[in-house]
C-alpha cells in the first residue's frame, strides 16, 4: 500500500478495512455496501482477531453507462490466467466487454519453457512465432478454413484415437526459421463424433499429451462458473469503474482463500459446500483448521 500510494487521499477508511468489508461481502454473500458494513459494525470487536494467511460479465447500460458493451448492453470482460498446479489465478485484467482477448495476451510476459493453453479466438501466427521466439509452448485449436501446408508427416500411435500427426507451415507467413513451423495433430472426439484440430509449436510431446494438455483448458469453464455461483459478481455494491474493478478483483483473493483451505483441509470438502458453511462461521469463535478437518464435530470444551 505504501508502494503505491493507495492511502495518499485516505479519509479515514483505510484500504485494509475497505479490503475486509469487500471480502466479507464475498465470503458472507451480503447484498449491499449498507449490509456489509453493518455486519461489520456488530462484531467490531471480533475484527481485532482477524487475518488473512475471458468471460463476460454483465452489466445494465442505464447503471454502468461507462461499460459499454453492445448498443444497448453494458459489460465488463474478465482475462485470466490460471496456473495448472492447483488452478489458481496467477494474473487478471479487467478490461471493458468489447476489448479482444488477443489485445490483454499480446501485452504477457511467460517463462521459457511455459506452455500456454487457449482457444481459437487468440489465433495470430505471428504471435504464435513470437511466442516460439522467448521458447514458450501453446496448445490450441486450429481454424477450420486455415490455409496451410504439410512439411512432414509423423507416425501415430497405435490404438489410439489420434487420426494424424503433421508438421505444416502457413504460406502466407512461412520464413525460414524454427518458429514457423508447427504441429497439426487431428484427433477423433468420440462424444461429438468427429475430429478434433490441435495446433501446437511444441515439435517433441507425444500427440496423446497435446490432446490431454488442451482438455486442461476446461478449468478455466469451471474456474469461471465456480466464481460466478459462490461469489458475487453479478450484482454489484457500487456503480463506478472502480467500484465493480474492486468487487471483481476481491472476488478473485477470495477464490484463492477458498481455494487454499479447500487444498489444506482432510476433510474432503466442494468448493461450492466449503463457500456455502464458511459463511455461517466467518466470526465463530473456533479453531478454523480443527473446523476445516472435522467440521461437523462439535468443539472441545473450553476450546
Known amino acids: 500500500m505504501l508502494a ?22 464475498q465470503l458472507g454473500q451480503a447484498h449491499s455496501l449498507r449490509e456489509s458494513c453493518g455486519g ?13 494467511d475471458a468471460s463476460i460479465i454483465d452489466l445494465c447500460l442505464s447503471l454502468y453507462d461507462w461499460a459499454r458493451f453492445r448498443r444497448t448492453k453494458g459489460a465488463v470482460k474478465l482475462h485470466l490466467l490460471l496456473d495448472r498446479d492447483g488452478y489458481p489465478p496467477s494474473f487478471a485484467v479487467l478490461t471493458e466487454g468489447k476489448t479482444h482477448d488477443l489485445q490483454v495476451a499480446r501485452k504477457l510476459a511467460f517463462d521459457p519453457g511455459t506452455v500456454v493453453v487457449f482457444d481459437r479466438g487468440y489465433a495470430d501466427y505471428e504471435w504464435f512465432a ?23 508427416s509423423r507416425p501415430v ?30 484427433m477423433h472426439d468420440p462424444e461429438r463424433d468427429e475430429p478434433l484440430v490441435f495446433l501446437t509449436n511444441h515439435l517433441d510431446f507425444g500427440a496423446t499429451t497435446v490432446a490431454a494438455i488442451y482438455k486442461d483448458r476446461w478449468q478455466v469453464k469451471l474456474f469461471f462458473k465456480a466464481l460466478k455461483q459462490n461469489l458475487r459478481v453479478k450484482t454489484f455494491v457500487g456503480v463506478s469503474a472502480n467500484a465493480v474493478r474492486t468487487q471483481l478483483f476481491t472476488a478473485l483473493i477470495a477464490m484463492l482463500v477458498l481455494r487454499y483451505l479447500q487444498l489444506r483441509a482432510r476433510y474432503g470438502w466442494s468448493l461450492s459446500n466449503l463457500a456455502a458453511l464458511l459463511k455461517q462461521q466467518l466470526f465463530v469463535y473456533r479453531d478454523v483448521w480443527a473446523w476445516l478437518d472435522a467440521p461437523f464435530e462439535l468443539p472441545l470444551a473450553g476450546r
Open 40 to 52: 461489520l459494525a456488530a462484531t467490531e470487536g471480533r475484527l481485532k482477531h482477524l487475518s488473512l
Open 4 to 25: 503505491h500510494q493507495a492511502q495518499r487521499r485516505m479519509r479515514g477508511f483505510p484500504c485494509w478495512g475497505q479490503f475486509v468489508a469487500m471480502l466479507f461481502c
Open 157 to 186: 500411435p497405435q490404438r489410439s484415437r489420434i487420426l494424424s500427426d503433421e508438421v505444416i507451415c502457413f504460406p502466407s507467413r512461412s520464413q525460414p526459421s524454427p518458429e514457423y513451423f508447427f504441429r497439426r495433430i487431428v
Open 130 to 152: 513470437e511466442l516460439g521466439r522467448r521458447g514458450v509452448f501453446f496448445v490450441t485449436r486450429l481454424k477450420r478454413k486455415a490455409d496451410f501446408e504439410v512439411v512432414e
